[in-house]
Every structure is written in structure tokens, then in C-alpha cells.
């Protein structure tokens, strides 16, 4: 029998952040930062007869938590709600707010406990050297994969060494 033989030297890599983001519009001026601002010099390219921009949002998820508390604050129920854009997590959240049959069934009054939402977002992005590397942005650290290149990782560090949000 014989063993598998590596193909390439894909790589990873994590930066936690010293605070999580503040909330969900801090997050996305970022998120859209990148993709609009391009700070890693990308290029755009063509795969499956697609033109892609060097830098485009590949997936996203926001997550809003709830807490239900009866009438003397105490915590007598809790919940979560995903979404795919950050529209719908706003919508959401003042829909969830606002559902009395929700408020009925739960017995008590829902709060947003916006600290423990969740928020992330990865961006796929064409290096000019032909790679694309995912970059993903989580509420507490970002993550850098599917790149072979050190010098990747070197554009993305110095980059992210610049922006408060991800010293």
C-alpha cells in the first residue's frame, strides 16, 4: 500500500485580537475596507469562464443572541438567530424584538445580549504571484489560509499591524 504524498504546503494562520469588534458596523467597515480597498495588491482573474475581482466576499454569517427575563430580570430563556447578510441581522433583531407571540412563548421580555453575538465573513483573494488565499474575519480574530507563499502572510501581517481593530 502506499501513503499519500503531499501536493503542496498550504499554510494557515491565526491572529487573535486584543478586544472582539465592538459590533456588527465596526466589523463591516473593515470587511468592506478590504474588499473595496484592495491593501494586499490582488488582482482579478478568471476561473470557470467567471471574471472574479481580486477581492471578493465569499461567505458571511452573523449570529444575534437574546435573552428573556421575567418581570424581576431574572434570565428565564435565551436564544440565537443567524443570518447570511448584516441587513438581516438588523432586521432580525428588531423583529425578534418585536414578536409578541415569541414574548408570549418565552414568558418574558427579550434583551439583545449584543456581547455574545458572532460575526464572520471570509474574502477570497488573487494574489498576484496566481495563489488565492481566504482571509477570515471572525468578531475576535482573524484568520489567514490556503496560501503557499511567506510572503503572503507578510503582506496580510504588515497590513493588519496598521489597523487598530487587529493590533
Known amino acids: 500500500m502506499t501513503d499519500f504524498a503531499p501536493r503542496s504546503a498550504i499554510k494557515s494562520a491565526v491572529r487573535k485580537l486584543a478586544a472582539p469588534f465592538e459590533d456588527v458596523d465596526a466589523f463591516n467597515a473593515l470587511v468592506?475596507?478590504?474588499?473595496?480597498?484592495?491593501?494586499?495588491?490582488?488582482?482579478?482573474?478568471?476561473?470557470?469562464?467567471?471574471?472574479?475581482?481580486?477581492?471578493?466576499?465569499s461567505r458571511e454569517?452573523?449570529?444575534?443572541?437574546?435573552?428573556?427575563?421575567?418581570?424581576?430580570?431574572?434570565?428565564?430563556?435565551?436564544?440565537?438567530?443567524?443570518?447570511?447578510?448584516?441587513?438581516?441581522?438588523?432586521?432580525?433583531i428588531a423583529a425578534v424584538l418585536a414578536n409578541s407571540a415569541n414574548v408570549t412563548a418565552h414568558g418574558g421580555t427579550p434583551a439583545h445580549d449584543s456581547d455574545g453575538d458572532a460575526f464572520s465573513a471570509t474574502i477570497r483573494c488573487h494574489a498576484a504571484n496566481g495563489e488565492i488565499f481566504l482571509l477570515t474575519f471572525a468578531r475576535q480574530q482573524v484568520s489567514l489560509s490556503s496560501y503557499e507563499d511567506d510572503s503572503i502572510q507578510t503582506v496580510v501581517e504588515t497590513w493588519a499591524d496598521g489597523v487598530p481593530a487587529l493590533a
Request: charged residues 15%; proline residues 5%; aromatic residues 12%.
Open 32 to 57: 468592506q475596507s478590504v474588499i473595496l480597498n484592495n491593501p494586499f495588491g490582488c488582482v482579478s482573474y478568471m476561473s470557470s469562464g467567471a471574471n472574479h475581482p481580486p477581492v471578493e466576499k
Open 61 to 92: 454569517n452573523y449570529t444575534a443572541k437574546f435573552v428573556y427575563q421575567d418581570s424581576d430580570a431574572k434570565k428565564i430563556g435565551s436564544g440565537s438567530e443567524s443570518y447570511s447578510t448584516v441587513a438581516g441581522y438588523k432586521a432580525g
